[in-house]
């Protein structure tokens, strides 16, 4: 099939490259010539496992290219829109302007029988305030929300856990095409799930809604782990072994962030009020404050580990990812806690394996570093962000490298035990400090 992707970001470029490969002739349309040229080129612009290998492949095969040019839309008959919706500007709602812009851009182009696809996260009522114009062309409007995780984007896009559909009462024919367009997937055994528009624009944020809600729940066990000597890790794995409950997304630590768990449920408690709903969701805003609570727990963490300032102390900041696997510092508790650390005075030396030239980017003031050149001399090492080779670190030789070993675990993830065996002093989140 002939296939337009519009908007070639963290979603679109993943979603381009996973469509040509599994056979179809797909144009990805950006406004970003040097996105386009990069993709052009082979080079992704974002880091992303398997999307490298990907996006040569599509190239070389002839069926994927990119384009700053909407008119190179024209011959395709299904039309993605994957435009970002990020957090408006001093507000908590969302901003509408990129989605709203893809479709006047597309418009135009729009042939009799076309199908436009969106893709983005939205509040829900936005497929129904376009259903109109795109159906006056003769053409058909279907809500299909992304559910990839970042790390995993590849293999999330080509066999998704499920795929949702909001069309308009009783298009069959939009149901059908999208069967084609993700028959492999379906053949591979992704549940395809058919509603209205509103539906499926609300099992989007729903989602989100109940992950970011379930982190928070463990990270608020984690503040009254802290008061009462409990041990949130061990507390976690417990309540986890109940299969009503799920191990999955009960790793307390620094919270969550990066660019759709965050700015999406503060989109949808604001749609909710909008929509004189906003009892209903009132608990986001909650989550919202318990996440963001964690931050702060983490630069007070190192404060108290440091004699109570972190004045001119160096602190070793190992990750700036919002997760590993990722280049993305939108909205990342761990830039944030480097951020903080920074302005309370402390020298921070900051790394990442990916994720150094966005962080750059956003906050050239802070000095960014190898692990080795973070570690050395360091008073404090802080882990913000759980990447293998962070886990895999050996106390004891990090141990012969720093001025004091303090360790805090902002993620739960390294081994305790073993950090505190080799000496250090060790202090994770909802959990006591060893030594
Ligand atoms: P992004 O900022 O990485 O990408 C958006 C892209 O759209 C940019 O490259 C931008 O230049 C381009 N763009 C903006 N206006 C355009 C226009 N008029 N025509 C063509 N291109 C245009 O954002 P993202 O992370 O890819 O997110 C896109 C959407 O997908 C958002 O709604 C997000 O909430 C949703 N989503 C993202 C993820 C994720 O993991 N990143 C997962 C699920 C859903």
């Not at 929300?145 to 298009?171: C, H, M, N, Q, S």
């Not at 072994?241 to 999955?248: A, L, N, T, V, Y």
């Not at 759709?260 to 209903?280: N, V, Y």
């Not at 990442?352 to 001399?377: I, K, W």
Request: with cysteine.
């Amino acid at each position: 099939m002939k296939i337009s992707v519009i908007g070639c970001g963290y979603l679109g470029a993943v979603h381009a490259a996973s469509l040509a490969s599994v056979g179809h002739d797909v144009v990805g349309v950006d406004i970003d010539a040097a996105k386009v040229e990069s993709l052009s080129n082979g080079r992704s612009p974002i880091y992303e496992p398997e999307l490298p290998e990907l996006l040569r492949a599509g190239l070389e095969s002839g069926r994927l290219r990119f384009s700053a040019d909407m008119s190179d839309v024209n011959g395709a008959t299904v039309h993605f829109i994957a435009v970002g919706t990020p957090q408006r500007l001093g507000s908590s709602s969302a901003d509408l302007t990129y989605v709203d812009q893809a479709f006047a851009d597309l418009m135009p182009y729009l042939a009799e029988g076309d199908i436009v696809v969106g893709k983005s996260t939205v509040p829900v009522g936005t497929a129904q305030r376009h259903v109109g114009n795109v159906q006056e062309r003769g053409a058909h409007l279907v809500w299909n929300p992304e559910f990839l995780r970042e790390g995993f984007a590849v293999k999330d896009t080509i066999e998704p856990d499920r795929l949702v559909y909001g069309v308009a009462d009783g298009d069959e024919y939009a149901v059908e095409t999208l069967n084609e367009v993700y028959a492999t997937a379906i053949e591979a055994g992704s549940p395809v799930i058919v509603s209205d528009f509103a539906t499926a624009e609300l099992v989007k944020v729903a989602a989100n809604a109940f992950l970011a809600t379930k982190i928070s729940f463990i990270n608020a066990m984690a503040e009254i782990a802290e008061v009462t000597g409990a041990d949130v890790t061990k507390l976690a794995d417990a309540i986890g072994h109940d299969k009503r409950i799920g191990r999955k997304f009960l790793n307390a630590g620094v919270g969550f962030g990066g660019g759709c768990l965050p700015k999406d449920i503060r989109a949808f408690t604001a749609r909710a009020e909008e929509l004189g709903r906003g009892e209903s969701v009132a608990f986001l805003k909650e989550v919202d404050a318990i996440n963001l609570r964690r931050r702060e727990r983490v630069v007070e963490l190192v404060t108290e580990e440091l004699g109570g300032s972190v004045f001119q102390k160096k602190v070793a900041v190992l990750g700036l990812a919002f997760k590993p696997n990722s280049d993305d510092v939108r909205d990342s508790p761990a830039l944030d806690v480097a951020v903080r650390l920074n302005g309370l005075g402390a020298n921070v030396v900051a790394t990442d394996p990916q994720a150094m030239q966005n962080s750059r980017r956003l906050h050239p003031q802070l000095v960014y570093g190898t692990t080795e050149e973070a570690l050395a001399d360091a008073d404090a090492v802080v882990v913000v962000t759980e990447w293998p080779e962070y886990k895999e670190l050996d106390p004891a030789e990090v141990h012969r490298v720093v001025r004091t070993p303090i360790v805090i675990d902002a993620r739960n993830c390294l081994d305790a035990d073993a950090w505190a065996d080799a000496g250090w002093e060790y202090a994770g989140l909802g959990r006591q400090v060893r030594n």
